[in-house]
């Protein structure tokens, strides 16, 4: 039906203001010319914004930005993209943090690489949904490859199978999905060989536990919440001074549950802690999964970086003899929010994932072969995060991503010198990966309270000053700063700048408060 004809026939289109208008604003072969001149200016603000940003933050407050947020009318649309811009400029760019900015240290957030950039342009302008075939023809084949190399590079065999997903936590949790029920399945079918009665689904469920070491990702016990487990079905592991997971507490606690009639639906070991770039030794713990016939499942969010690495793959080994991984290639892969990816060793287990919908992928579309991704997900519009992947890959190539995080490894390890040896701070534990755990403390006997307040103080001084972005968190009851690395563009003069502005803020913030009399002998 032609404009002309919707607006004469259909009287309701005429009492709604901007209707007309709007179908301006629809992306269609009329409007390709304005899509182009729309989306550049966009990415001309972008590039100009990214190319004079001289800090990570401006430290602006949520105070500070909460009214001109608010201030905003949306009944009061502007029309205009530039205006539109200008306005963005004001209430989001200006003060953005920049995860490009190599004094950028906080968080598991990387730079992104261009390939990837033009992926997301590509992706969302085509909005291809990668549920069934008739609505990403293509895009389902080549998520498909992408799933298979990832696969093949863990090294998970011929039956391997997986599935993109937005991030970590929703890979975690499909994966333990997965485990639950073929845990479920396992006791059904040992109860019916005994010749007992099949336990009901109400029965097995508060007998799992999942094993997991204590440095793990906090998804995992939510994971465990949501898949109507509790918090409580998971048990942590205790870890050795590297931040491991000490498998001969996991040989103890497997023991533990066969002897009190719990069952153990997976171990989830971490290739990279998110705190310290720890990976559990991975081949220990396959050994111990397999005599105990038990789930493994590898998070590999952080770690799946080395996957790519020309020289530090082995890092890795015993991860081919997981029966299910995630990988985050938004952190490690140097990819755009959101791009991740849950994998299994075999491609059935992912059937616990399907449901027929008559309207999408009826039974009978499974008889004609037709590829249906919907299958094998717990979603269903999903995004083609896979293309970002593609373009990575056809553009740069994988070795090119490897060396990338290679270099972050590297200057990681130069970090941990320098921090060692640095009699302002202590640093927690020599790094696999690219973070550095540490804190400052001051050469006298100062109250350890009070040394974690002037640690608190000096990221959220550093923090409100813009110069860097850093992280905190807790060890052993102390709090402590963090950096994590994965901007190749971050050099060691750089964390050097950093260590000296932290220890600055810590410094003054001590001298400020430390006992009166204390603080004048130590002036005398
Ligand atoms: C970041 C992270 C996750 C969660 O991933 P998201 O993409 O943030 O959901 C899970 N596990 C580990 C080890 C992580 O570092």
């Not at 997981?322 to 952190?331: I, L, M, P």
């Not at 970090?415 to 790094?431: A, I, K, S």
């Not at 000096?458 to 950096?483: I, M, P």
């Amino acid at each position: 039906m032609s404009f002309l004809a919707q607006t004469a026939e259909d009287p309701s289109s005429e009492s709604i203001p901007g209707a007309a208008d709007g179908r301006t604003h629809l992306f269609n072969d009329r409007t390709a010319e304005s899509y182009r001149r729309s989306v550049t200016d966009g990415v001309g603000l972008v590039a100009s914004t990214v190319a004079r940003t001289d800090r990570p933050f401006t430290g602006v407050t949520p105070g500070e930005l909460a009214p001109e947020i608010s201030g905003i009318d949306l009944e009061q649309p502007l029309g205009d993209p530039h205006a539109a811009l200008k306005e963005l400029e004001r209430v989001y760019l200006k003060d953005a943090v920049y995860f490009h900015h190599p004094r950028y240290l906080a968080h598991l957030n990387c730079p992104v690489v261009i390939p990837a950039l033009l992926g997301e342009a590509v992706l969302s302008a085509v909005n291809s949904s990668l549920d069934t075939w008739d609505q990403s023809a293509g895009g389902t084949l080549i998520e498909r490859r992408l799933i298979d190399w990832t696969a093949e590079r863990i090294g998970l065999g011929e039956a391997a199978d997986g599935i993109f997903t937005s991030g970590g936590s929703q890979s975690n949790l499909h994966a333990l999905l997965l485990a639950r029920d073929e845990a479920c399945k396992l006791v059904e079918k040992e109860a019916a060989a005994a010749g007992e009665p099949v336990p009901p689904k109400s029965e097995i469920l508060p007998r799992l536990r999942i094993l997991t070491s204590q440095a793990s990702h906090f998804s995992v016990k939510k994971s465990a919440a949501i898949l109507g487990l509790g918090y409580e079905a998971v048990i942590a592991i205790p870890c050795d001074q590297d931040r491991r997971m000490r498998t001969v507490a996991l040989a103890r606690e497997l023991d533990r549950c066969l002897s009190e009639n719990q069952v153990v639906m997976a171990v989830v070991a971490t290739a990279g802690t998110t705190d310290f770039g720890s990976i559990d030794p991975l081949p220990e713990i396959a050994e111990l999964c397999s005599r105990h016939g038990s789930w493994m499942h590898v998070d590999a969010a952080y770690g799946c970086g080395l996957l790519a690495s020309p020289t530090r793959r082995h890092l890795l080994d015993g991860i081919e003899r997981a029966d299910s991984v995630t990988v985050d290639y938004h952190k490690s892969f140097f990819q755009p929010v959101s791009s991740s990816a849950v994998l299994v060793r075999d491609r059935v287990t992912l059937s616990h994932a399907t449901y027929h919908a008559d309207y999408l992928n009826p039974e009978r579309s499974v008889e004609k072969l037709i590829p249906n991704q919907v299958d094998k997900s717990i979603q269903t519009t999903r995004r083609f995060d896979a293309l970002k992947l593609w373009l990575t890959l056809r553009i740069m190539g994988a070795d090119a991503i490897g060396a990338l995080f290679d270099e972050v490894v590297d200057r990681a390890a130069e970090g941990w010198n320098l921090l060692d040896t640095d009699p302002r701070f202590e640093v927690v534990t020599e790094p696999q990966l690219s973070t550095l755990v540490f804190r400052y403390v001051p050469g006298d006997d100062s109250d350890a309270d009070l040394v974690d307040r002037a640690n608190l103080h000096a990221r959220e001084a550093l923090a409100a000053s813009g110069e860097a972005v850093v992280a905190g968190t807790v060890v052993d009851g102390r709090h402590y700063l963090k950096f994590t690395l994965l901007n190749p563009e971050t050099s060691l003069r750089d964390i050097a700048f950093v260590l000296d502005l932290l220890a600055e803020h810590a410094g003054q913030y001590l001298a400020l408060h430390i006992e009166p009399e204390l603080s004048h002998s130590r002036a005398s």
